[in-house]
C-alpha cells in the first residue's frame, strides 16, 4: 500500500508559478507511474500529468502542456509538478496518484492510490 500526501498548494497570480510535491511512503515507490490530477469546483476531476516509473516517459493534458512540469525522484519517493504561467483556470484543488498498471495510463479509474489533494488559487 502507498500513502501520498501533497503539499506546495497555494495562492498565486496570473503568470505565477508553484512547485507541487508529493511524498510517498513505502519501499515500492519505483514501482509506481505517478500522475497528477486536477478537480474544481462542480467540475470532474480531470487528468494533469503522468511520469513512467522510471521518470523516463510523460503525458501532459492539453491544457497544461508546455506550462507545467511532471518530475520524481525515486531516492526521495517524491513527485513534483512544477506549474509555470498560471492562469485562473489552472484553480483547482491537485491531487496526486499512483497506478500499478503496466502502461502509464491517464484515466483517473486506473489509478489506485491517491492523495488528500492541496489546493491552488490563481488571481487575475
Known amino acids: 500500500q502507498v500513502q501520498l500526501v501533497e503539499s506546495g498548494g497555494g495562492l498565486v497570480q496570473a503568470g505565477g508559478s508553484l512547485r507541487l510535491s508529493c511524498a510517498a511512503s513505502?519501499?515500492?515507490?519505483?514501482?509506481?507511474?505517478m500522475g497528477w490530477f486536477r478537480q474544481a469546483p462542480g467540475k470532474e476531476r480531470e487528468f494533469v500529468a503522468t511520469?513512467?516509473?522510471?521518470?523516463?516517459?510523460?503525458i501532459y493534458a492539453n491544457s497544461v502542456k508546455g506550462r507545467f512540469t511532471i518530475s520524481r525522484d525515486n531516492a526521495k519517493n517524491t513527485v513534483y509538478l512544477q506549474m509555470n504561467s498560471l492562469k485562473p483556470e489552472d484553480t483547482a484543488v491537485y491531487y496526486c496518484?499512483?497506478?500499478?498498471?503496466?502502461?502509464?495510463?491517464?484515466?483517473?479509474?486506473?489509478?489506485?492510490?491517491w492523495g488528500q489533494g492541496t489546493q491552488v488559487t490563481v488571481s487575475s
Open positions: 496518484a499512483a497506478a500499478d498498471t503496466q502502461m502509464i495510463v491517464t484515466g483517473k479509474t486506473l489509478y489506485k492510490y
Open positions: 511520469i513512467t516509473r522510471s521518470g523516463g516517459s510523460t
Open positions: 513505502g519501499r515500492t515507490f519505483s514501482s509506481y507511474h
